[in-house]
T-cell receptor, first 109, second 115 residues
Framework: GENVEQHPSTLSVQEGDSAVIKCTYS??????FPWYKQELGKGPQLIID?????GEKKDQRIAVTLNKTAKHFSLHITETQPEDSAVYFC????????FGKGTRLHILP | ETGVTQTPRHLVMGMTNKKSLKCEQH?????MYWYKQSAKKPLELMFV???????ENNSVPSRFSPECPNSSHLFLHLHTLQPEDSALYLC??????????????FGSGTRLTVV
């Protein structure tokens, strides 16, 4: 069945450094790739998304890249801040949305 | 507030109790979902409703019973739960059911503890 693999499961970066989270998907028909951020005590919130006709999308300090050939997509956070600490989920969608298992990001002071 | 409101935020119930979780959205979305989120496990899709019709039930035990009386409200009725059912239960909505790629709007969840 369809699958989304997400790595790493835990990531610690120094404040101000960049963080990268990577995902791969199995269904080549997937055409929509959202990223969610889940803070403690809250539900996941959509932070950025990308569609299959675009290779890269940026919104301030966050960016997503998509390699359709390799079925890879990544989240990049630059100039990390303490409030970036959270669990991040990638997902891939065609006729159903499949979530990755999540990455717990710790921003170290 | 995200536009999807879940109540209660926290619930402690005994194994013989009956309780209900409520989800409400006024985003004009046509699809609503129940997810279970346990520690160190991926999000588990439980039920999908599209235009008030249940379109997916992912082998969820019958002690969980969903209800969608209209496109804005979704309930999850609970009875005779087990301790392993303790988890965060998330409601989400989307414009349409996974057609053409629509992001989900999640509620803040109900933290359920079964004792």
């Amino acid at each position: 069945g369809e699958n989304v693999e997400q790595h790493p499961s835990t990531l610690s970066v120094q404040e101000g450094d960049s963080a990268v989270i990577k995902c791969t998907y199995s269904d080549s028909a997937s055409n929509y790739f959202p990223w969610y951020k889940q803070e403690l005590g809250k539900g996941p919130q959509l932070i950025i998304d990308i569609r299959s006709n675009v290779g890269e999308k940026k919104d301030q300090r966050i960016a997503v890249t998509l390699n359709k050939t390799a079925k890879h997509f990544s989240l990049h956070i630059t100039e990390t801040q303490p409030e970036d600490s959270a669990v991040y989920f990638c997902a891939a969608s065609y006729d159903k949305i499949i979530f990755g298992k999540g990455t717990r990001l710790h921003i170290l002071p | 507030e995200t536009g999807v409101t879940q109540t209660p935020r926290h619930l402690v119930m005994g194994m013989t109790n009956k309780k209900s979780l409520k989800c409400e959205q006024h985003l004009g979305h046509n699809a609503m979902y129940w997810y279970k989120q346990s520690a160190k496990k991926p999000l588990e899709l439980m039920f999908v409703y599209s235009l008030e019709e249940r379109v997916e039930n992912n082998s969820v035990p019958s002690r969980f019973s969903p209800e969608c009386p209209n496109s804005s409200h979704l309930f999850l009725h609970l009875h005779t739960l087990q301790p392993e059912d303790s988890a965060l239960y998330l409601c989400a909505s989307s414009q349409d059911r996974d057609r053409g790629g629509y992001g989900y709007t999640f509620g803040s969840g109900t933290r359920l503890t079964v004792v």
